[in-house]
């Protein structure tokens, strides 16, 4: 039957990592943890990480648009969600009704939430998110002290928590995040004035690894929860486990003499009469075709090189006269016996960060979890 049919390419995902990850957080720094599940989890899957992290002890979960909200309340998960972002009213009713925690960013979000919240004759849960240097969602820090006094004045909203973004904590310099810490403080301040059980929360996975003075109320990771850094050379002493492994197997391994093209455009010509192996995975699983030229994968606890352009539905891998076989097993990034490949290895090759990576992979790669 064609339903039964399976693509060769999955992404296994080690709820042991995030359980891992997720205690050296909370043991490290000392604070609740609000777990950010947004893009389905990095790529993860957003359902069963959240089940994992709610069990492991998260007090909230953190999401990027109203149907990432909404999926985790289908899925009956029941814990607080926070919603970043800014977003269209017409989604508020709905919102405040399933008990999502919305983000007011300025005076019109503010009055558009308790509109809705008194049109279904409730108060709505906020959070204010201000800007202290971001420049992307929030208020000023210099304008929020208005926004403030009004969202205390406003019966049908009840404000739960403040936060800030960080735009540069991955970097070796720190001093743009310390202006930022210096102009959230006095906002912090006046909040905790006029809403005595307030959260207030800011450390994003950089911020928890390098900025405990950021670390407030609660801590918010995002990316480390999943093993990865928030940069391809992020400095850490940090002991992560990677949660993703990426792999599938050969389909064909063919052999080729000297002087061969292979892959579109030319782009690796064999030095020698070798053998090169078909894998089913290209680009629209989500292997980057930047990383044509850089890319290596694990067989059989071996690194090899990947051979030419990287294509949409397949690679091609030199495995010389090493004995591989069609039908073995090949790792894009994670762990095969004893050989590790990372995924900040595939952000560099591909000029770009682990987020990507990982929310790249896709839909057509089965999550595999096992928990």
Same mark, same amino acid.
């Given at each position: 039957?064609?339903?039964?049919?399976?693509?060769?390419?999955?992404?296994?995902?080690?709820?042991?990592?995030?359980?891992?990850?997720?205690?050296?957080?909370?043991?490290?720094?000392?604070?609740?943890?609000?777990?950010?599940?947004?893009?389905?989890?990095?790529?993860?899957?957003?359902?069963?990480?959240?089940?994992?992290?709610?069990?492991?002890?998260?007090?909230?979960?953190?999401?990027?648009?109203?149907?990432?909200?909404?999926?985790?309340?289908?899925?009956?998960?029941?814990?607080?969600?926070?919603?970043?972002?800014?977003?269209?009213?017409?989604?508020?009713?709905?919102?405040?009704?399933?008990?999502?925690?919305?983000?007011?960013?300025?005076?019109?979000?503010?009055?558009?939430?308790?509109?809705?919240?008194?049109?279904?004759?409730?108060?709505?849960?906020?959070?204010?998110?201000?800007?202290? =240097?971001?420049?992307?969602? =929030?208020?000023?820090?210099?304008?929020?002290?208005?926004?403030?006094?009004?969202?205390?004045?406003?019966?049908?909203?009840?404000?739960?928590?403040?936060?800030?973004?960080?735009?540069?904590?991955?970097?070796?310099?720190?001093?743009?995040?310390?202006?930022?810490?210096?102009?959230?403080?006095?906002?912090?301040?006046?909040?905790?004035?006029?809403?005595?059980?307030?959260?207030?929360?800011?450390?994003?996975?950089?911020?928890?690894?390098?900025?405990?003075?950021?670390?407030?109320?609660?801590?918010?990771?995002?990316?480390?929860?999943?093993?990865?850094?928030?940069?391809?050379?992020?400095?850490?002493?940090?002991?992560?486990?990677e949660a993703m492994t990426l792999k599938?197997?050969?389909?064909?391994?063919?052999?080729?003499?000297?002087?061969?093209?292979?892959?579109?455009?030319?782009?690796?010509?064999?030095?020698?009469?070798?053998?090169?192996?078909?894998?089913?995975?290209?680009?629209?699983?989500?292997?980057?075709?930047?990383?044509?030229?850089?890319?290596?994968?694990?067989?059989?606890?071996?690194?090899?090189?990947?051979?030419?352009?990287?294509t949409m539905d397949q690679i091609i891998?030199?495995? =010389?006269?090493?004995?591989?076989?069609?039908?073995?097993?090949?790792?894009?990034? =994670?762990?095969?016996?004893?050989?590790?490949?990372?995924?900040?290895?595939?952000?560099?090759?591909?000029?770009?960060?682990?987020?990507?990576?990982?929310?790249?992979?896709?839909?057509?790669?089965?999550?595999?979890?096992?928990?």
């Amino acid at each position: 039957m064609v339903n039964a049919m399976k693509h060769a390419t999955i992404a296994e995902i080690d709820h042991n990592a995030l359980r891992h990850n997720f205690n050296l957080i909370t043991e490290r720094t000392g604070r609740p943890v609000i777990a950010v599940v947004k893009a389905d989890a990095y790529g993860h899957g957003a359902v069963p990480v959240a089940r994992t992290l709610c069990d492991a002890g998260a007090r909230w979960l953190a999401v990027a648009t109203p149907n990432e909200a909404l999926e985790l309340r289908d899925a009956g998960i029941d814990h607080p969600v926070l919603l970043f972002g800014a977003h269209h009213p017409s989604y508020f009713p709905d919102l405040i009704n399933r008990d999502i925690l919305l983000t007011v960013h300025d005076s019109n979000s503010l009055r558009a939430i308790s509109r809705a919240a008194r049109q279904i004759e409730t108060r709505a849960h906020v959070h204010l998110c201000i800007d202290s =240097g971001m420049h992307r969602a =929030g208020v000023l820090s210099a304008a929020a002290l208005s926004l403030l006094d009004e969202a205390a004045r406003t019966e049908a909203v009840s404000v739960s928590g403040l936060y800030t973004h960080f735009s540069s904590a991955d970097e070796e310099d720190p001093a743009y995040t310390h202006k930022q810490l210096a102009l959230f403080r006095p906002v912090e301040k006046a909040a905790r004035q006029r809403f005595p059980d307030l959260h207030v929360h800011m450390a994003n996975s950089a911020a928890v690894m390098r900025f405990p003075q950021s670390h407030a109320d609660a801590v918010r990771p995002g990316i480390m929860l999943y093993g990865n850094l928030p940069a391809p050379d992020f400095a850490t002493d940090w002991p992560l486990r990677e949660a993703m492994t990426l792999k599938s197997n050969v389909g064909l391994i063919k052999k080729v003499p000297a002087d061969s093209a292979v892959s579109y455009n030319r782009r690796y010509t064999t030095t020698r009469p070798t053998r090169l192996a078909v894998v089913p995975a290209g680009y629209a699983d989500g292997m980057p075709r930047a990383m044509t030229g850089q890319a290596q994968v694990l067989i059989n606890g071996c690194r090899f090189p990947v051979a030419g352009t990287i294509t949409m539905d397949q690679i091609i891998v030199d495995v =010389g006269n090493a004995p591989v076989r069609e039908g073995d097993e090949v790792v894009f990034f =994670g762990a095969q016996g004893k050989a590790f490949l990372s995924i900040n290895e595939w952000a560099k090759w591909a000029g770009t960060i682990s987020y990507e990576i990982t929310c790249g992979i896709s839909r057509r790669v089965k999550r595999r979890h096992h928990l």
